[in-house]
């Protein structure tokens, strides 16, 4: 066997055909596309016309290829689970598509599965390689905003949407859509320590029954604030994300980051406020702040993490994992996680469809 893993891609549509299979085609020397399947034969039709690999009509032959090592989920949410399982037994490693499931029980078949299949099962986080959150955990790091205490994240669209990831029985919404990716940054800010959510669904503009408009709202242990917002009805985008910190704040939209901070070297003398401040009797002081200017340092920076990084990165990762035993950056237990969120966040709200 060469080094190559060979994939076969277990759905062709926007994520199978338009993602896994050409991102595969970035990964030459880790990867090679071996074979695909769909039910529709168009799908399987592109597959072959654009990458000259077979397809399979037989679900069962396509698992059982044994030139295939990696199978690749990219078909609707709701099957995401048993495919696995099928793949799994199949004696494949999977690399399972967000959502990895509809629900927390879904999740924990999943971990069981773990504990069955150990080392063969991967999830799709592929937003955790995203450069903007790479680089923006980077500033959190570096201090220069202080103290951290509320992240806004928003992905926001308008459109009227009319597929199936707009109605609710077959899996859509934007909780299983954008939700994996976003609750999946949220709970990395906050630590995976949550203490409060609070959430409201909506829908606004989709044409499906499912919500299309969601808002989270996340309390960590820490007391930070993460504050999640993913819309299909926003029709005035916000920026992608806002950070408040002690000494400074930070604004992320594409791959622009503006920044506005105290000049670290800038150390406060020792104020305290004061009730006689200004005074009532007509005293000295009618000061209301502190009078020691603040130094800003104010600037526009391209989000370029230390280590580059782009969403197709995971592919890198999952090779590093396979062959050479490096700990996949995304966890099952992580994947899990925002299940767990999804869950809490339906529980949470009276919204059962429209
Ligand atoms: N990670 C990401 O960035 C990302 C992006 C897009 C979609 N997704 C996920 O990928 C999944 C697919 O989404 P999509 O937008 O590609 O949907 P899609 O409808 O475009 O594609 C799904 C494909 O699966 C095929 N299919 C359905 N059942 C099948 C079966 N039993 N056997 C073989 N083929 C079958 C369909 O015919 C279709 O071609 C969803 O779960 C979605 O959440 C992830």
């Known amino acids: 066997m060469t ?3 060979k994939v076969g891609i277990w759905g062709l549509g926007r994520a199978g055909l338009n993602m896994h299979a050409a991102e595969i085609a970035i990964y030459p020397e880790q990867f090679e596309l071996h074979s695909g399947i769909d039910i529709d034969p168009t799908r399987n039709q592109s597959l072959t016309d654009t990458y000259q690999v077979p397809t399979y009509t037989d679900e069962d032959a396509f698992l059982n290829d044994p030139e295939v090592e990696l199978i690749s989920i990219a078909t609707r949410s709701p099957d995401h689970v048993a495919h696995c399982e099928r793949a799994l037994a199949a004696g494949k490693y999977v690399f399972l598509e967000k959502p990895l499931g ?3 029980t879904d999740g924990q078949k999943l971990l069981a599965l773990c504990q069955q299949y150990p080392g063969k099962l991967y999830p799709r986080q592929n937003r955790r390689f995203e450069a903007p959150f790479n680089h923006i955990q980077e500033i959190i790091a570096s201090g220069i905003l202080g103290e951290v205490y509320e992240i806004k994240l928003c992905r926001h ?4 949407r009319s597929d199936w990831q707009t109605i609710i029985e077959c899996g859509g919404g934007q909780l299983n859509n954008w939700g994996p990716h976003i609750i999946d940054h949220a709970l990395q800010f906050l630590d995976y320590k949550v203490s409060e959510l609070w959430s409201d669904l909506k829908k606004v503009a989709a044409l499906g029954n499912a919500e299309d408009h969601i808002k989270i709202v996340l309390k960590g242990e820490s007391g930070r604030v993460v504050d999640l917002e993913i819309s299909g009805g926003a029709a005035l985008p916000q920026n992608e994300y806002t950070l408040f910190g002690s000494r400074g704040a930070l604004t992320c939209q594409g ?3 503006h920044l506005k901070y105290i000049d670290p070297n800038q150390v406060f003398q020792k104020t305290e406020a004061h009730a006689g401040t200004p ?18 340092v104010e600037e526009d920076i391209k989000v370029a993490p230390s280590t580059p990084t782009e969403i ?12 050479e035993g490096i700990p996949f ?13 999804t869950d809490e966040v339906k529980k949470g709200t009276a919204f059962t469809g429209a």
Do not use: C
């Open 3 to 5: 080094d190559k893993i």
């Open 102 to 104: 509809l629900n927390y």
């Open 157 to 160: 669209s308008f459109q009227r």
């Open 255 to 257: 791959d622009n980051i």
């Open 279 to 296: 005074s009532l009797t007509g005293g000295v002081s009618n000061a209301y702040a502190d009078l020691e200017q603040i130094k800003w």
């Open 312 to 323: 197709h990165s995971i592919w890198s990762a999952l090779y590093q994992s396979i062959r």
């Open 329 to 341: 950056p995304v966890s099952m237990e992580q994947a899990v996680a925002v299940l767990k969120v």
